[in-house]
């Protein structure tokens, strides 16, 4: 279930079943303009409070030590205590997965763009890949996005994210998508097994989130951070 908790005043929100430190920001926290006070919270060097350059890709990378810059990247692997990693959002969907048996974890950035190139179960093979991750260690948190009733989308884009799914079955409406939905979905055509989905929409609850599509392309953003441990 999500949840709020408060970091200096400003409202963050967490799911209860994810144990290591993580929260969603609301409009209250702009990170990249509180990178001291995030950094304090998390109690690591402002330095190692990593953000990739998202351009809507597939590109996946892990974080290394001695770099900062992590261009053309849309989902970041984290495997160190020391460091921390957040991305930016404001209607795509916020994804985090954390493998519970080698206490690894990703965050993703999934947009329609994002979700028809399979970002999150592209993460998770990632992970199998470099850890030998099992999808069923993996509790996966789908934070707040554009909701179903919310996102109206070409007839193209439509297709596009019905072709990455087995199963469409209650996921699409006329040119309408649940984002959080098909990602959940792909995570489970692969083995993932434990979710917590955020209630909320950007649009429906754009008093507390951002939206793109809602605030005329607004360049603010509320963030997912991930720190293990
Ligand atoms: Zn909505």
């Given at each position: 279930m999500f949840k709020t908790k408060k970091i200096n005043d400003k409202t963050v929100y967490y799911s209860d079943?994810?144990?290591?430190e993580h929260f969603f920001t609301s409009r209250e926290l702009i990170v990249k303009d509180n990178i001291e006070l995030v950094s304090k919270y998390l109690k690591i060097?402002?330095?190692?409070?990593i953000k990739p350059s998202q351009i809507h890709s597939a590109n996946i990378e892990t974080v290394v030590e001695n770099k900062k810059d992590y261009p053309d990247c849309d989902a970041l692997i984290l495997d160190k205590k020391d460091f921390a990693i957040y991305l930016n959002f404001a209607d795509c969907t916020p994804i985090i997965l954390y493998d519970e048996k080698n206490k690894t974890g990703a965050i993703a950035h999934a947009g329609w763009r994002g979700t028809a190139q399979q970002i999150a179960p592209k993460t998770v093979l990632k992970m199998k890949e470099i850890?030998?991750?099992?999808?069923?260690?993996i509790i996966a948190l789908i934070g707040p996005c554009i909701g179903f009733e919310c996102f109206e989308t070409s007839s193209e884009a439509i297709s596009k994210l019905k072709n990455t799914i087995k199963d469409t079955k209650g996921l699409f409406k006329d040119n309408f998508a649940d984002l959080k939905g098909i990602n959940k979905r792909q995570l489970e055509d692969i083995g993932v097994k434990k979710f917590d989905i955020c209630p909320y929409c950007t649009i429906c609850d754009n008093d507390k989130f951002f939206s793109y599509r809602k605030e005329n392309k607004t360049k603010n953003r509320h963030s997912a951070v991930l720190k293990l441990g």
């Open positions: 079943l994810l144990k290591t060097n402002p330095d190692n409070l850890y030998k991750t099992n999808p069923e260690d």
